[in-house]
């Protein structure tokens, strides 16, 4: 861009070129103005639970919209297919297992949590002078004193639950209509679950029916107090739907075709529509990248009230498709060209990417993740070639279970979930017990996203031999370079962190309440 300054007669040359210097000055910066982060999460989410996924009778137009104007991926990966090392993974750009994030998920009363040492996506762009903030669950430590909680880990601002909200007992969950109960399972020995405003309980138990509303609130506080100290902004908004037990306020319960979880996930669905019509309404919405996915994939015990995977195998906890591929959008008017990608992409790659979107540079640690602006902008196609999968329960005996390289995926180690369970497909089910494959079974995920014809069975022939070695030794040399941090949910547990409104009350965790 050219900037010309008209050369008056009285303005002394030195004061006209410093003023063409600061006008230069000033384009440079407006145009190298970092986007405004916008990440929005769901929570058990299947590949086949949205509308624009193909589920014919999920009410989610606002998601759709987002995918018709975005960028939808249908070759998007979690790093794990459980929630507290998938959501380590997504904020720290690496898997679970050097994060020390395994086996399964912390507890209420874990002593471990995402170590400090980890840095996070909000770290690095607070360092940027982003404004940072979080909304929902977190699940990745509370900690002696709110140690692990956001606040601790890049985040200047939080609302929401430290950890799943179906780790408290579900039937003193205020849901609507008034005196109805929530569905889902119930852990009877925790206490109720607490609401916190950063390290403070504002709440307990939580009142389900204005939870939602309050998050979006939040949200909408937060974007418009960004906007108006002029400072860009990364909002993390992880939703509880659509985990168990379901829930929805006044305005979408009993109103879906798929029952619970359906209004869960249209009260989900509003928000997204919400959080999009903030950008518009604060006129930031052409400088905000806003991303969409989930964590992991549905948890099909539940049948009906449980996510679906659509065409893919399996379900949560667990390295079938189902397990750890998601539906993801990305949006950026003017800047995201809306369309369909088959590029390989992960939650491993938001860090590097976020970092390269403001400027930042990397950390010096071992990354898992790729930069792929040049995918959401460009076109181009990703950096992404492989996918690792690893179990909820790793250890470095057996490594990866699988890997997907190119457009194969080879499974060395298979394994059923009870999360997985009530399937015709009997793969996924807690009863199929941990099986090594060698040959590993082989599948063609261009041809066979379902995973149903094992290449190898078909008789192994000259390519199919390579592939396999071509596969063996991409596996191998990850392996070799991965380094198991230590477990944070091995470091056992104390009732004493379960967070109380009333530390000292009792008896506990009964007296644990607001009100």
Same mark, same amino acid.
């Given at each position: 861009?050219?900037?010309?300054?008209?050369?008056?007669?009285?303005?002394?040359?030195?004061?006209?070129?410093?003023?063409?210097?600061?006008?230069?000055?000033?384009?440079?910066?407006?145009?190298?103005?970092?986007?405004?982060?916008?990440?929005?999460?769901?929570?058990?989410?299947?590949?086949?639970?949205?509308?624009?996924?193909?589920?014919?009778?999920?009410?989610?137009?606002?998601?759709?919209?987002?995918?018709?104007?975005?960028?939808?991926?249908?070759?998007?990966?979690?790093?794990?297919?459980?929630?507290?090392?998938?959501?380590?993974?997504?904020?720290?750009?690496?898997?679970?297992?050097?994060?020390?994030?395994?086996?399964?998920?912390?507890?209420?009363?874990?002593?471990?949590?995402?170590?400090?040492?980890?840095?996070?996506?909000?770290?690095?762009?607070?360092?940027?002078?982003?404004?940072?903030?979080? $909304? /929902? #669950?977190?699940?990745?430590?509370?900690?002696?004193? *709110?140690?692990?909680?956001? +606040?601790?880990?890049? @985040?200047?601002?939080?609302?929401?639950?430290?950890?799943?909200?179906?780790?408290?007992?579900?039937?003193?969950?205020?849901?609507?209509?008034?005196?109805?109960?929530?569905?889902?399972?119930?852990?009877?020995?925790?206490?109720?679950?607490?609401?916190?405003?950063?390290?403070?309980?504002?709440?307990?138990?939580?009142?389900?029916?204005?939870?939602?509303?309050?998050?979006?609130?939040?949200?909408?506080?937060?974007?418009?107090?960004?906007?108006?100290?002029?400072?860009?902004?990364?909002?993390?908004?992880?939703?509880?739907?659509?985990?168990?037990?379901?829930?929805?306020?006044?305005?979408?319960?009993?109103?879906?075709?798929?029952?619970?979880?359906?209004?869960?996930?249209?009260?989900?669905?509003?928000? $997204? /529509? #919400?959080?999009?019509?903030?950008?518009?309404?604060? *006129?930031?919405?052409?400088? +905000?990248?806003?991303? @969409?996915?989930?964590?992991?994939?549905?948890?099909?015990?539940?049948?009906?009230?449980?996510?679906?995977?659509?065409?893919?195998?399996?379900?949560?906890?667990?390295?079938?498709?189902?397990?750890?591929?998601?539906?993801?959008?990305?949006?950026?008017?003017?800047?995201?060209?809306?369309?369909?990608?088959?590029?390989?992409?992960?939650?491993?790659?938001?860090?590097?990417?976020?970092?390269?979107?403001?400027?930042?540079?990397?950390?010096?640690?071992?990354?898992?993740?790729?930069?792929?602006?040049?995918?959401?902008?460009?076109?181009?196609?990703?950096?992404?070639?492989?996918?690792?999968?690893?179990?909820?329960?790793?250890?470095?005996?057996?490594?990866?279970?699988?890997?997907?390289?190119?457009?194969?995926?080879?499974?060395?180690?298979?394994?059923?979930?009870?999360?997985?369970?009530?399937?015709?497909?009997?793969?996924?089910?807690?009863?199929?017990?941990?099986?090594?494959?060698?040959?590993?079974?082989?599948?063609?995920?261009?041809?066979?996203?379902?995973?149903?014809?094992?290449?190898?069975?078909?008789?192994?022939?000259?390519?199919?031999?390579?592939?396999?070695?071509?596969?063996?030794?991409?596996?191998?040399?990850?392996?070799?370079?991965?380094?198991?941090?230590?477990?944070?949910?091995?470091?056992?547990?104390?009732?004493?962190?379960?967070?109380?409104?009333?530390?000292?009350?009792?008896?506990?965790?009964?007296?644990?309440?607001?009100?």
């Amino acid at each position: 861009m050219h900037i010309r300054v008209m050369k008056m007669p009285h303005i002394p040359t030195w004061l006209e070129m410093s003023l063409h210097l600061l006008l230069c000055l000033l384009v440079l910066c407006t145009a190298a103005k970092p986007p405004n982060i916008v990440f929005i999460y769901a929570d058990d989410m299947g590949y086949g639970d949205i509308g624009c996924y193909g589920h014919p009778s999920s009410l989610t137009p606002n998601v759709d919209k987002l995918a018709a104007e975005g960028l939808r991926f249908t070759d998007f990966y979690s790093s794990c297919a459980l929630c507290t090392p998938s959501r380590a993974g997504l904020l720290t750009g690496r898997y679970q297992t050097r994060s020390g994030m395994y086996p399964f998920v912390l507890l209420t009363d874990s002593l471990g949590g995402l170590p400090h040492s980890e840095i996070t996506i909000p770290e690095i762009l607070r360092g940027q002078g982003y404004a940072t903030a979080m $909304v /929902g #669950k977190w699940h990745l430590g509370y900690g002696a004193n *709110g140690t692990f909680l956001p +606040t601790h880990h890049g @985040f200047q601002h939080f609302l929401g639950v430290p950890y799943a909200h179906s780790q408290g007992p579900c039937q003193n969950l205020i849901c609507f209509p008034p005196n109805t109960t929530c569905f889902g399972g119930c852990e009877q020995d925790q206490v109720l679950l607490p609401l916190l405003r950063n390290e403070q309980i504002i709440q307990q138990p939580v009142d389900f029916t204005q939870l939602e509303q309050m998050y979006i609130d939040f949200a909408q506080s937060f974007i418009a107090d960004s906007v108006e100290c002029g400072k860009p902004f990364f909002l993390y908004f992880a939703s509880h739907h659509t985990h168990v037990p379901q829930y929805a306020g006044e305005q979408y319960a009993g109103k879906s075709p798929r029952g619970p979880y359906g209004d869960a996930l249209m009260e989900f669905d509003g928000s $997204v /529509g #919400k959080l999009k019509n903030a950008l518009q309404e604060l *006129g930031v919405e052409n400088n +905000t990248l806003l991303f @969409f996915t989930s964590d992991n994939g549905p948890e099909t015990m539940r049948m009906s009230e449980g996510g679906s995977s659509g065409l893919l195998k399996c379900g949560k906890d667990t390295t079938y498709e189902g397990g750890m591929r998601e539906p993801a959008i990305a949006y950026w008017p003017g800047h995201i060209t809306p369309g369909v990608t088959h590029e390989m992409a992960s939650t491993l790659d938001m860090l590097p990417t976020f970092a390269k979107l403001a400027g930042a540079c990397l950390p010096n640690v071992t990354l898992d993740g790729f930069d792929i602006t040049n995918l959401l902008l460009k076109g181009n196609g990703s950096p992404r070639k492989t996918m690792f999968y690893y179990p909820s329960s790793p250890n470095e005996t057996q490594g990866v279970f699988a890997v997907r390289h190119g457009k194969y995926k080879a499974h060395y180690f298979t394994q059923g979930s009870i999360s997985s369970g009530s399937t015709p497909d009997e793969d996924c089910h807690v009863t199929a017990k941990l099986t090594p494959h060698n040959p590993p079974l082989l599948f063609d995920l261009e041809s066979d996203p379902a995973e149903n014809s094992n290449l190898c069975a078909q008789g192994m022939t000259a390519d199919l031999q390579q592939i396999l070695k071509d596969i063996k030794r991409v596996k191998d040399t990850f392996e070799k370079k991965m380094k198991f941090g230590e477990s944070q949910m091995s470091k056992g547990t104390d009732p004493a962190l379960r967070p109380c409104y009333n530390p000292t009350c009792s008896p506990k965790p009964s007296c644990c309440r607001s009100s």
